[in-house]
C-alpha cells in the first residue's frame, strides 16, 4: 500500500517572556517553565529582530531564520523527549525563502530512533542483511513552509508527514526552542483550510457542552474525603445547535467558545475547570474534550501528484507551489492584508 501523504497547518501567537523556572517531566527530565506577559505580542516586527545573529548582519530576517534554525541542529539529529524520534536539518537538503512573502521552506530529514532493528529483505525473513541500532535513525525527508509576517502578530508553520509516520511535534518543538531563545513562547492553534471543514464537518453541530468544576473553594479548612455537593459540580449546557463548520472558522475557536461559557457559568475557571463537548456527526453522537478538539478536524490528505513519480517521497517543487496556495487562504481566514513596512 502506498504512504499517503498529509499536511499539518498551525496557526502561532506569541507572548514575551518575563521569566523563568526550572522543574521536571515526567520523566525525571529537567524542563525550563516559562512565565510571559498577558498578552500576545500585538505584532511580529520586534520578534523577527531578533532572529537576526552576528553571521547574519544584513540579511532578510527570513534568511537569517533559517540559517540560524539549520544552524542549531549542528549536523546532528535532536530526539524528543522519550528518545523515539529524531529529527535534523543539513546543508544538503533543498530550502529557500522570500523577505517579500515572508516564508521559509524546505526539507528536513526524521524518524524512529532509541530502539535496535533487524533489517530483512522482504522476500526472505531467514536472512538479515543489516541491523539498525539504538543510536540509529531511521529517516525519511519530510516538508516544511513557515510563514513569520513582520506585520502581523499570527504567524503559520505547514508541516508534511504521512498518515502513518511522521515527526510534526518535535519540529514544531524545535521551533518553539528557537523563539524561547529569543524571548518569546508560541501558543499555538491547529487550522485547516476552510473549504476542507466545509467538505468534511458541514453535517456536524455542538449538542451539548458538559463544564466539569474542578476548583474547590476551602477557605483554609481541610477538605472532607468526599462531598456530594462537588459531585454535583457540574454545568450542562445543552440543546444547542452549533455547527462545526462555524466553530472551526474562528481561528481562536478554543478562546471564543470559553468565552462563550464565562457569559452563561460564572464558576468557569478555564485554566482549571474541565470542557466536554458532546457533537453529532454523520448520525453518531462524539464525545471530545476541549482540551484536544482538533481532534474532530479530519487530516488534511494530499494527493499522489505531490510525489516525486515512481516513489513516495514528496516533491520539493511541486509541495512548495501548492502550500503557497493553501497559505494564500489561510491568510484570508485572518484577515490578513500586508502594511506598507
Same mark, same amino acid.
Given at each position: ?5 498529509? /499536511? ?40 523577527? +529582530?531578533?532572529?537576526?545573529?552576528? !553571521?547574519?548582519?544584513? +540579511?532578510? #530576517? ?5 540559517? %540560524? ?15 523515539? +524520534? ?5 546543508? !544538503? ?26 533489517? #530483512? ?6 536472512? @538479515? ?6 543510536? %540509529?535513525?531511521?529517516? /525519511?525527508?519530510?516538508? #516544511? ?35 524561547? %531563545? ?8 491547529? @487550522? ?14 455542538? +449538542?451539548? @457542552? ?8 476551602? %477557605? ?36 471564543? /467558545? ?9 464558576? #468557569? ?27 474532530? /478536524? ?44
Amino acid at each position: 500500500m502506498a504512504y499517503t501523504l498529509k /499536511l499539518d497547518i498551525f496557526s502561532f501567537q506569541l507572548k514575551k517572556i518575563t521569566s523563568s523556572t526550572i522543574g521536571w517531566n515526567k520523566n525525571d527530565k529537567e524542563v525550563i517553565r516559562y512565565h510571559t506577559e498577558k498578552e500576545f505580542v500585538s505584532s511580529f516586527d520586534k520578534v523577527v +529582530k531578533s532572529f537576526i545573529s552576528e !553571521d547574519t548582519l544584513g +540579511k532578510p #530576517y527570513m534568511e537569517a531564520f533559517l540559517y %540560524n534554525f539549520m544552524k542549531g541542529f549542528n549536523a546532528s539529529f535532536v530526539t524528543n523527549d522519550e528518545n523515539t +524520534k529524531a529529527i535534523s536539518i543539513t546543508e !544538503d537538503l533543498q530550502r529557500g525563502f522570500s523577505s517579500q512573502k515572508f516564508t521559509a521552506w524546505g526539507m528536513y530529514k526524521g524518524g524512529t530512533t532509541g530502539i535496535s532493528r533487524d533489517v #530483512y529483505k522482504n522476500n526472505n525473513a531467514n536472512d @538479515i542483511t543489516g541491523k539498525l541500532l539504538e543510536d %540509529n535513525v531511521a529517516s /525519511l525527508c519530510f516538508f #516544511y513552509k513557515l510563514w513569520i509576517p513582520q506585520d502581523s502578530n499570527i504567524g503559520f508553520v505547514m508541516l508534511q508527514s504521512y498518515t502513518s509516520t511522521g515527526c510534526t511535534a518535535l519540529f514544531k518543538e524545535r521551533f518553539e526552542k528557537y523563539v524561547e %531563545n529569543c524571548g518569546y513562547k508560541v501558543f499555538w492553534t491547529k @487550522i485547516i483550510p476552510d473549504s476542507y471543514v466545509k467538505q468534511f464537518l458541514s453535517n456536524g453541530f455542538i +449538542k451539548e @457542552i458538559r463544564v466539569q468544576h474542578v476548583k474547590k473553594e476551602t %477557605n483554609g479548612l481541610q477538605s472532607p474525603t468526599f462531598s456530594l455537593k462537588d459531585a454535583k459540580n457540574v454545568t450542562i449546557l445543552n440543546k444547542l445547535n452549533i455547527p462545526l463548520q462555524v466553530f472551526f472558522s474562528e481561528l481562536d475557536f478554543k478562546q471564543k /467558545l470559553q468565552q462563550s461559557i464565562q457569559v452563561v457559568d460564572m464558576n #468557569y475557571a478555564p485554566d482549571e475547570d474541565n470542557v466536554q463537548l458532546i457533537y453529532e456527526h454523520d448520525g453518531r453522537t462524539v464525545h471530545a474534550r476541549l482540551a484536544n478538539v482538533e481532534d474532530i /478536524l479530519p487530516a488534511f490528505i494530499l494527493n499522489d501528484e505531490l510525489k516525486i513519480q515512481g516513489t513516495q517521497i514528496p516533491d520539493f517543487e511541486a509541495m512548495n507551489s501548492f502550500t503557497d496556495g493553501i497559505l494564500e487562504e489561510i491568510k484570508k481566514k485572518i484577515g490578513y492584508t500586508p502594511k506598507s513596512l
